[in-house]
């Protein structure tokens, strides 16, 4: 079960983010060994799988997440896109490299209704030594829907 930090000191130290590989730093948030961040918990999603190019978030927008008009912000999507279409990424960096986004863009083709729950995967396209690419999408866990898709790319850089 995913824990999450509560403060910086519980985040990982920089020597101790580098002596992993991307893929192994993903996998301890996912089991707990490592804390997730915080913003998770804040916008009410949290990670639910990981693998090899492949993360996947499920999370349940509640009333805190709201514009004026009462309907889901895009930046919880973008966030939520984000996040997984980054983490795909971060598991392809390697022991001594980080990542971080670059550029994204997302696409919203319709509104989450409050209260559903919803996976967002993020897979990745490409992954070299300095960039990294992926896609990612928003679906209904019971409906199946497609509510909004995203791309980013992200920026690897060798850090040892």
Same mark, same amino acid.
């Not at 002596?19 to 804390?35: A, K, N, R």
């Not at 999370?59 to 983490?87: I, K, Q």
């Given at each position: 079960m995913p824990?999450?930090?509560?403060?910086?000191?519980?985040?990982?130290?920089?020597?101790?983010?580098?002596s992993m590989s991307g893929l192994d730093f993903m996998q301890g948030i996912l089991d707990g060994t490592v804390p997730g961040p915080p913003i998770g918990?804040?916008?009410g999603?949290?990670?639910?799988?990981?693998?090899?190019?492949?993360?996947?978030?499920?999370?349940?927008?509640?009333?805190d997440v709201t514009n004026p008009m009462g309907t889901v912000h895009g930046g919880w999507y973008g966030t939520?896109?984000?996040s997984a279409m980054a983490c795909a990424v971060m598991t392809?960096?390697?022991?001594?490299?980080?990542?971080t986004t670059l550029e994204y863009k997302i696409n919203l083709t319709r509104g989450i209704p409050l209260g559903m729950e919803i996976a967002c995967i993020g897979r990745v396209d490409h992954a070299g030594r300095s960039t990294g690419v992926?896609? %990612?999408?928003?679906? %209904?866990?019971?409906?199946?829907k497609l509510y909004a898709t995203g791309s980013t790319t992200c920026i690897i850089m060798k850090m040892r």
């Amino acid at each position: 079960m995913p824990r999450l930090a509560q403060s910086i000191t519980d985040l990982p130290s920089q020597d101790e983010l580098l002596s992993m590989s991307g893929l192994d730093f993903m996998q301890g948030i996912l089991d707990g060994t490592v804390p997730g961040p915080p913003i998770g918990h804040t916008l009410g999603y949290a990670l639910h799988e990981v693998q090899d190019g492949l993360v996947t978030f499920r999370g349940t927008p509640e009333f805190d997440v709201t514009n004026p008009m009462g309907t889901v912000h895009g930046g919880w999507y973008g966030t939520l896109l984000d996040s997984a279409m980054a983490c795909a990424v971060m598991t392809k960096v390697p022991a001594g490299s980080v990542y971080t986004t670059l550029e994204y863009k997302i696409n919203l083709t319709r509104g989450i209704p409050l209260g559903m729950e919803i996976a967002c995967i993020g897979r990745v396209d490409h992954a070299g030594r300095s960039t990294g690419v992926a896609t %990612g999408e928003i679906r %209904g866990v019971d409906d199946g829907k497609l509510y909004a898709t995203g791309s980013t790319t992200c920026i690897i850089m060798k850090m040892r």
